[in-house]
């Protein structure tokens, strides 16, 4: 028997087979992923084959190769991972210039990290509704920072709806993983575009009381249109990116175009003459967020510490 992996709740997993039933199920014993030291080796979107038991439930005995996945680095330095969802066709980075304040370092690693797995980014940008003249006047200008990047950026509020119906066509026939800092209302807008799937949301809207983590565990929810929404918990920070100089240059899309025009191939962009890209940062071709952003990844690679990205 095949099937889909829906839910996770830390033990047990919700796995939908090709006929249509949801059976709990449970890793073997001695079952490991080869390769990825993670806190839980099966994760929400894994393809898996399972064998049924006496109880109506089931053990999972193999997991099909991932397309793709996005990894929550643990806040400790155990080195372990968290798979937040596994096969994706591409992320919803949902992001508040307000209650709570999404900031640019945190986007900019997230976009990062998505070129890296090769999943496509839309940035929507949520809670319009409670936005002042002037945050609303950020908020645009960072619409347009991105889009001129090449993200395609929507500006909603899930609480009046407004907005929300531009990205319905979006989701069609496509596994959509939602995902931004705890509070910034991803289960909100979950339940807007799919008012059975009834969320558990925060409470209280509170600025100050953030990093709540309301949601808990990842969980895929079935569109009627065709495709799946999958609701995470909010991240706060990444664990230290390891990467050369070049790579990362390539996961800022715009700091790899300039990037061609510098003198020297294995440029940092940090100091060498003839750079390019800092010719463009000092000319506002490149925003200067972005190149901070830059440089706070760069600095990882020699740092061994997890990096709270506010
Ligand atoms: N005014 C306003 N409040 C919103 C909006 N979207 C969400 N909220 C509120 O923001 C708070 C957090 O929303 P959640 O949907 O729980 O946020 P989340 O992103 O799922 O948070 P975690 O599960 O902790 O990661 C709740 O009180 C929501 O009612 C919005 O567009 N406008
Ligand atoms: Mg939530
Ligand atoms: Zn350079």
Request: charged residues 20%; proline residues 3%; glycine residues 8%.
């Given at each position: ?7 996770n ?56 190769d ?84 090449g ?96 790579e ?10 300039f ?32 190149y ?19």
């Amino acid at each position: 028997m095949k099937g889909l992996v829906i839910k996770n709740t830390g033990s047990w997993y919700s796995v939908k087979t090709d006929d249509g039933q949801v059976i709990e199920s449970k890793i073997k014993g001695n079952f490991r992923l080869k390769g990825i030291r993670s806190t839980s080796p099966v994760a929400v979107g894994d393809r898996v084959e399972l064998v049924a038991n006496q109880e109506g439930t089931a053990f999972i005995s193999a997991i099909e190769d991932r397309r793709n996945y996005i990894i929550r680095k643990s806040q400790n330095l155990s080195k372990q991972s968290h798979i937040l969802a596994a096969n994706v066709d591409q992320a919803f980075l949902l992001v508040t210039v307000n209650h709570p304040q999404t900031s640019t370092i945190f986007i900019d690693r997230f976009l990062a990290s998505a070129e890296a797995y090769r999943v496509p980014v839309v940035l929507i940008f949520n809670k319009s509704d409670l936005l002042t003249e002037d945050e609303l006047h950020y908020e645009r200008m960072m619409m347009t920072l991105y889009q001129t990047i090449g993200y395609a950026c929507h500006e909603v509020s899930a609480a009046t709806g407004e907005g929300v119906g531009q990205l319905i066509p979006l989701l069609q026939d496509k596994i959509t993983l939602l995902s931004g800092n705890s509070g910034v209302g991803k289960s909100t807008l979950i339940n807007r575009i799919l008012p059975n799937a009834n969320l558990r949301t925060a409470e209280i809207s509170d600025a100050h009381n953030t990093g709540m983590h309301t949601t808990t565990f990842s969980e895929m929810l079935e569109l009627p249109e065709g495709g799946y929404l999958i609701d995470t918990p909010g991240i706060k920070g990444f664990g230290t990116f390891d990467m050369e100089p070049e790579e990362l240059t390539s996961y800022f899309k715009e700091i790899f175009k300039f990037s061609e025009g510098c003198r020297f191939s294995n440029c940092t962009h940090t100091h060498e003459p003839g750079c390019a890209v800092l010719a463009a940062v000092e000319n506002h071709h490149i925003a200067a967020s972005r190149y901070q952003s830059y440089l706070s990844m760069l600095e990882d690679k020699d740092s061994n510490k997890y990096r709270e990205a506010y």
